[in-house]
């Protein structure tokens, strides 16, 4: 897909992958950015040629002629420069509540969930997913596959056995169900910026998990809580979601 | 190692904190609030995962430190977080994934290791020729790992605010609570001091984590000297080297009745 040719210059253009088939982002950052910019009525475009930035990441954007990667630092700019303050209801302790379970789904569920689910286990089914010929499939392994799985060595869990890591999963996953409970949105009643972070990290294990992977089953069963909560939050910010799907 | 005790395998004790190790500390804070009595041995072996500490309890061999506190937690029935209600304790984990995925890459990795690691290495009396290969093999090899995690591609200015942020909203939670889940410790407790200890007594003064939990997060620096004093009586015996008289940490045999005993006392 090529790049917006006419850009609205008050847009933010938004680098990210191309639309999954189930999802509109098979990265639950790129995810949460975007559902954070329906949030707050910040104008963006795609641009879905799957360029990496700067810090070799993805989601990054181009704001006032800057470069800026990683998704928290993008909300901060935004928030900054348009004056947004999706929290300004909620108390401190709340502030930090949500801080800790950003910073625990972000550094933690994700690897042992999303990256395991999908990178470890079940890396054809990606591939396939992301239409990478299956000519190809030998070399993404051999080059991709084994630096992603370096990265996680490097950050601590892939020392550990599957069983190990899905317990690790299941127990951040669990919590994520408890706090949540019956509530409409993570903090109470309305959305606040950790509903992108959630939306974004549990949309991924609803939709976009390999066939029979347990989160799924975990997220809609099991604690259907979740399920349920990432409906709300896809009515009520995609409500195009089927028209930014692959096709 | 003695039958029926459980021995925690750690890396020796230097410096002035009974472990610069965040998770060593973490798991013999735990081991005594939760008075499992227990031996340490310091001859340096690292488990299969490459990691230490570890624990050995009879044929039970369990590695990662966060796995041996859940293993301890079944195998002795401890009842410290019992009493917290589903959403406390659904904080509690999240702070300390927090804290031991993120926090602990900014705070001691970045700012206390690569960045003052020549302090670091005078605090923990390290000699000459181990600090030149520290810095040789060691320090890159961090580096390597902090960008690996993700952390390590920022900026030193985005590294300490991230440290910082994350540092805050954990004094934000805990307030003026004795505890960070109220007036009892329980686990996480354990967790957020053994972070936090080493970087207000193992750390350059000049590092900003120290200054910040000094001079701005007050509630913290408190935190962990109240946590001194109850669980690590014996703190400065064992930084200077004496030989440890501790019921729950021993070199000599323990008599796991004895202890129990001393434990219903107290």
């Known amino acids: 897909m090529a790049a917006v040719a006419n850009q609205d210059k008050d847009a933010i253009l938004m680098y990210h992958f191309p639309r999954a088939s189930t999802i509109p982002s098979a990265s639950p950052f790129a995810l949460k950015l975007e559902t954070y910019f329906r949030m707050t009525g910040v104008k963006y475009e795609s641009d879905l040629t799957g360029k990496f930035s700067k810090k070799g990441k993805i989601p990054w954007v181009i704001i006032d002629g800057k470069e800026i990667g990683d998704s928290a630092f993008i909300i901060d700019y935004v928030n900054n420069k348009y004056n947004i303050d999706l929290d300004k209801n909620l108390s401190d302790l709340d502030k930090s509540i949500a801080h800790c379970f950003r910073k625990m789904t972000e550094e933690n569920t994700f690897w042992a969930s999303i990256s395991y689910g999908r990178l470890v286990d079940n890396f054809p089914w990606l591939l396939k997913q992301l239409g990478v010929p299956s000519a190809l499939t030998w070399i993404a392994k051999l080059i991709v596959r084994r630096r992603l799985l370096k990265n996680m060595w490097g950050h601590g869990i892939g020392r550990h056995n599957g069983a190990e890591v899905r317990s690790i999963a299941e127990g951040d996953i669990r919590s994520i169900s408890e706090f949540l409970d019956n509530k409409p949105f993570f903090m109470g009643d309305q959305p606040t910026s950790i509903d992108a972070v959630m939306f974004g990290f549990l949309a991924e294990l609803v939709w976009f998990m390999p066939p029979q992977h347990w989160t799924t089953k975990f997220v809609t069963e099991e604690h259907s809580n979740i399920a349920e909560y990432c409906e709300r939050m896809k009515a009520k910010f995609w409500p195009d979601w089927e028209d930014n799907l692959k096709k | ?266």
């Open chain 2, 1 to 266: 190692p003695q039958p029926g005790v459980v021995t925690v395998h750690e890396i020796p004790r230097r410096g002035p904190i009974p472990s610069f190790s965040p998770f060593a500390l973490k798991l013999e804070t735990f081991l005594r609030m939760a008075k499992i009595p227990y031996q340490v041995d310091h001859s340096d072996k690292v488990s299969k995962k490459g990691k230490i500490p570890w624990i050995e309890l009879d044929e039970d061999v369990i590695s990662d430190s966060t796995f041996c506190i859940e293993y301890l937690i079944k195998k002795f029935a401890v009842r410290l977080d019992n009493h917290l209600c589903e959403e406390d304790k659904a904080i509690a984990r999240c702070m300390w994934k927090m804290i031991e995925e993120n926090t602990f890459w900014a705070t001691v990795v970045q700012d206390r290791t690569i960045n003052h690691i020549d302090e670091f290495m005078k605090i923990c009396k390290v000699p000459f020729v181990t600090v030149v290969l520290i810095k040789l093999i060691s320090v890159p090899r961090l580096k390597k790992l902090m960008y690996s995690h993700g952390i390590g591609r920022h900026s030193q200015e985005e590294i300490r605010h991230i440290g910082q942020q994350d540092l805050q909203a954990i004094s934000t939670i805990l307030g003026t609570k004795p505890f960070f889940l109220g007036d009892s410790a329980t686990t996480v407790d354990a967790v957020i001091f053994g972070l936090l200890a080493n970087l207000t007594h193992c750390i350059s003064e000049e590092a900003w984590s120290y200054k910040l939990l000094k001079n701005d997060l007050k509630n913290l620096d408190d935190f962990v000297e109240r946590m001194k004093d109850i669980y690590w009586p014996d703190w400065n015996e064992l930084i200077e080297g004496k030989p440890n008289t501790n019921i729950f940490c021993s070199q000599d045999s323990i008599d796991p009745d004895a202890v129990m005993d001393m434990c219903n006392e107290l």
